[in-house]
């Protein structure tokens, strides 16, 4: 039981989104745990405060291809004792594993 149901967006969101993408702020994506993968819970694909984003996008029938800017925390022996380094990551989301999209305002 891996997406689907309850918390999978629908076919007319997912239309809607392809239009509207530039505006895309958050993509909320359901995350499942347990043996079965019996238990789910919504998690936010980027980390906002680390200013983590989308460079760009591919959508194919049910899946957007995703290129994610991510923000790797390090730790350092001098002040300020962290730094970010920036890594790009490619990720392939299928439409029923996400539940929605913030855009912003």
């Avoid at 891996?2 to 999978?8: D, K, Q, R, S, T």
């Avoid at 989104?17 to 980027?46: H, M, P, S």
């Amino acid at each position: 039981m891996v997406g689907g149901g309850y918390y999978e967006m629908t076919k007319k969101f997912w239309n809607d989104w392809k239009g509207r993408f530039g505006e895309t702020e958050q993509v909320y994506i359901c995350r499942w745990y347990g043996l079965n993968k019996e238990l789910a819970f919504t998690d936010g694909l980027l980390d906002l405060y680390r200013g983590e984003r989308i460079l760009s996008h591919n959508f194919n029938s049910d899946t957007v291809d995703l290129v994610v800017e991510r923000k790797i925390y390090v730790e350092d022996s001098t002040f300020p004792y962290y730094h970010y380094n920036t890594k790009n990551e490619c990720v392939t989301l299928m439409r029923k594993d996400v539940v929605t999209v913030k855009f912003r305002k």
